[in-house]
């Protein structure tokens, strides 16, 4: 797909207006073109913590040498980012350099806002999972940002109570749904999972797995399949186990679902790579009695992940310094000692591959004591990440899967026509922002 048609300028409302003043401070710092020579000075805005330390070391190395000093400014993440680039972007102020999570990239590109980097960034590619790399390209010849974390799908599970009930750990959804009813008849008050609407990234990530592409281009046309056999498949399978009570139908990260976890009302959950995190904090009773496993797969004869979570740096239009910014962004997400600084600094999972089997993951999470290979497992688990496909209205669907999903989860109804809705109100908002959408 030529990088072209995605440049469609369109206008996306934004919530954030931001003054002269405050713009002409986050601007780049050469409008007029890339230096030829003399030093560069670049701006980069990011939400991960610790980015100042690492930053602070490629001023102290290679951006010394190289005369390019780059200052981090930092950002919340999510929407309210993507908000405040389009904003700068529309004055012509946007930073050289942005965070930005994968599913936000299409719209930031249809709206003209990240340059294509594919020149400076040659060789790059082999240092990343394809389907995390794919992210990027947007499916096509240009690249838009280098990956720098990445969140591949997991199966999390109470070993000693799986032990407990003798439940084998399920390699296939179909082991999956029948230990959940194994589980009700061992012990009625007690789930294997639960359904949550609340973060749509995790039902996003299963359709990933199983195939969807959720944002496609037929010709200069966007192509909408949310309602796509791939997708129907997950929601059914998921909607049947909530209708006939075989698992929890509860939103994750309440104070409910944290107790379930801790107590052991809840034995399990799907999840990605940073899990341990928020089982640290929701289940803190529970350490050490825990394991992951590779999530199960529709076939057993398959080997795929889906991805939730993970965002890139990407180098803006406006950047006076393009090439200067995206050799900052290559070694940001390539460089052994950034990479090793990103992990300690910010605690992420690196979607550079070398270095999700590096010395900074040589132990496992302190919750996970009892899985010495959980990083090494997690390296393998990350190669096999499935592509996806996002488009320029990732919000709008998100925020219809969490109502349309919410009340079917909530009623036990049919997840299908959640989908459906999902489907019907994306097309109309890629339509009424002057897209053309294929049958």
Known sequence: MPHTKLRRLVTIPVAVTLGATALAACGSSDDDGEADSGPVSLTYWSWTPGM?????LWNDGQGKKDQIKVTVKKQASGDALVTKILTAHKAKKAPDLVQAEYQALPTLVSNDALADIADDVDGVQDKFAEGVWQQTTLGSDAVYAIPQDSGPMMFYYRQDLFKKYGLEVPTTWEEF????RALKKKA??????TFSANDSGLFAGLAQQAGAKWWTTEGDKWKVGIDD???????DFWGGLVEEGAIDNQPMYTPAWNKALN??????????????????????????????????????SDDVTGSWGGSSTAVTTDSGHKSAAAKFATWLNTDPEALTALAKEGGIYPAATTAQTSDAFAEPPAYFSNQPDFYTRA?????TTAPSAWGPNVNVAYTTFNDAFGKAAKNKSDFGAALAQMQDDTVADLEKQGFEVAE
């Open 177 to 180: 749904a029948e230990t959940a």
């Open 188 to 193: 009625p008050g007690t789930d294997l999972t």
């Open 229 to 235: 056999a791939a997708s129907r498949k997950v929601a």
């Open 379 to 383: 390296a393998d688990i990350a190669k």
């Open 52 to 56: 100042d330390k690492v930053v602070d």
């Open 263 to 300: 107590t052991g009302k809840q034995i399990a959950w799907v999840s990605a790579v940073w899990a341990p995190g928020t089982l640290t904090t929701a289940a803190p009773d529970t350490k050490g009695k825990w394991a992951m496993a590779p999530l199960p797969q529709w076939s057993a």
